[in-house]
């Protein structure tokens, strides 16, 4: 397994956990460890697939990625797990 798979592997796992958690009840999608679980694990994935030189995902997973850290910082205060 290369590096970069690794790389792409975590990130996914991030992203996954983080919407099982959202369908389970257990993480709002307002929250910001949602946000954060979200731009780490969508950095996380375009940072892999830059490795590998796929930019199609370089691109999507960026956006995500930038789309999670502004919510990060929208999320209302006093708004918890």
């Known amino acids: ?3 970069s798979d690794i790389i792409a592997t975590t990130g996914v796992i991030i992203l996954l956990i983080a919407f099982l958690l ?4 257990k993480l709002s999608a307002q929250s910001k460890v949602y946000s954060l679980m979200n731009f780490i694990g969508a950095g996380t994935c375009g940072y892999a697939s830059y490795m590998i ?4 995902f370089v691109v999507l997973e960026s956006i995500w990625a930038i789309v999670a850290l502004i919510s990060l910082f929208r999320v209302p205060r006093g708004t918890s797990v």
């Open 22 to 25: 959202n369908l389970a009840g």
């Open 1 to 3: 397994m290369k590096t």
């Open 53 to 56: 030189s796929f930019y199609p």
